[in-house]
């Protein structure tokens, strides 16, 4: 049953994933249907991951008054209908409006899937979960572009939107039957505007969960960077067609599936252990990188292999902040788990909308940024445990 639920929250997550990777490879076929450049086909996905963050700060909230299950439907059901909507999008401007939804929509299983592992477990246990999930979680940005450049290809940008809506569809149908919920009545939270508005400034005034979260952001800010600048990087850089972009994600995603597997194994053990090899190997990854591409024009596989080594360290390193993060809140769980997704995606958002384009057409300015983030993630990680109460 642990490893179905497992799973389960894993493809829960997987939507926003999906909705964000799955279409980059018809990045350049979009601009030209539309007649717009590539900084404004670049929108279509900050549009989203805005839109993606600001929802993110509800969906735990919400799901802490009236359970997890009926918030995850709904949002399915959006996801669903808006996905319709982009594929019939008639103009620039509505398939920004139907992104929107998309992103508005597609948090909710990330963020209520966290606070469903706090529900059902705890402590060492919880991390080993989150870490599966990463693992699992970890296909759909590997998969994702991959598929959608051969659907691309055979029928049309227009086609990806369609998939998308076919996998809310069995989503739901999934969440029906096989997701029971984890909240029951007598423990949810009143839902009272006033109150919520106190919890949230609660979490804020936070110091050790803000750094925390920042943390997480900044680390994850190297993968936005990468995900925000496939296209360029692959069609350009690389100098790599439409159905190629498994170059750029099979190693991305593939150092972070082995990473959170070999993390999972060790959580119970050495959690804070974990933290200090994560770090180590991110920015092993972040001098490989930026030293590779300091010396050589980038060429696959030398000029993605680097980003195997980080992902791993990421992944090793992540789950154990974030339960940190939300354990400090015991009572509000998904709160503090929409404040910490929120945290992360609106860094994800500003890093691949305002910074990426800024480092277009160059590699090496891509791995120093990704470098710069780990730097900032540690600082920030080290900081925070100044603010750490001692343990009972």
Do not use: C
């Amino acid at each position: 049953m642990q490893r179905l639920l497992t799973v389960l929250l894993a493809f829960l997550g997987m939507t926003g994933a999906l909705a964000i990777d799955a279409y980059l490879p018809s990045m350049p076929a979009i601009g030209v249907e539309f007649g717009v450049g590539p900084v404004a086909v670049q929108q279509t996905l900050s549009v989203f991951l805005f839109t993606f963050a600001l929802m993110m700060l509800f969906y735990g909230t919400l799901s802490d008054s009236f359970g997890r299950r009926p918030v995850i439907l709904g949002a399915l059901a959006l996801y669903t209908l808006s996905s319709i909507g982009a594929a019939f999008a008639p103009s620039f401007g509505w398939l920004l409006v139907f992104r929107a939804l998309q992103g508005l929509s597609a948090g909710a299983g990330s963020v209520i899937g966290q606070a469903i592992v706090q529900d059902r477990f705890a402590g060492p246990q919880a991390q080993k979960i989150m870490s599966h999930i990463m693992m699992v979680f970890g296909l759909a940005p590997a998969i994702a572009p991959i598929i959608g450049g051969w659907v691309h290809v055979h029928f049309g940008w227009r086609a990806t939107f369609y998939l998308l809506a076919l996998f809310g569809i069995v989503m739901i149908a999934l969440v029906l039957r096989l997701l029971p919920e984890s909240l029951p009545p007598e423990k949810r939270q009143p839902f009272h505007p006033a109150t919520i508005g106190r919890n949230y400034l609660m979490v804020l005034r936070h110091p050790q969960f803000v750094m925390l979260s920042l943390a997480v952001g900044l680390a994850f800010g190297g993968l936005a960077l990468y995900i925000g600048s496939a296209a360029n990087f692959v069609m350009d850089i690389l100098g790599l067609p439409e159905t190629a972009f498994a170059w750029m994600f099979i190693p991305l995603i593939g150092g972070m599936v082995i990473g959170s597997a070999w993390g999972g194994k060790r959580a119970a053990k050495s959690p804070r252990r974990l933290l200090w090899i994560g770090y180590a190997v991110m920015a092993a990854g972040s001098v490989l990188n930026i030293g590779y591409n300091a010396l050589f024009p980038a060429t696959v596989p030398w000029a993605v292999l680097p980003l195997a080594v980080f992902t791993f360290g990421l992944a090793v390193a992540m789950p154990g902040i974030q339960v940190t993060a939300m354990g400090l809140f015991p009572h509000n769980r998904g709160l503090a788990a929409s404040m910490v997704g929120f945290i992360q995606m609106m860094s994800f958002a500003l890093v691949s909308g305002l910074v990426a384009p800024q480092l277009f057409g160059s590699a090496l300015k891509l791995a120093a940024g990704a470098g710069i983030g780990v730097v900032l993630s540690f600082l920030l990680w080290r900081l925070s445990l100044r603010f750490a109460k001692p343990a009972a």
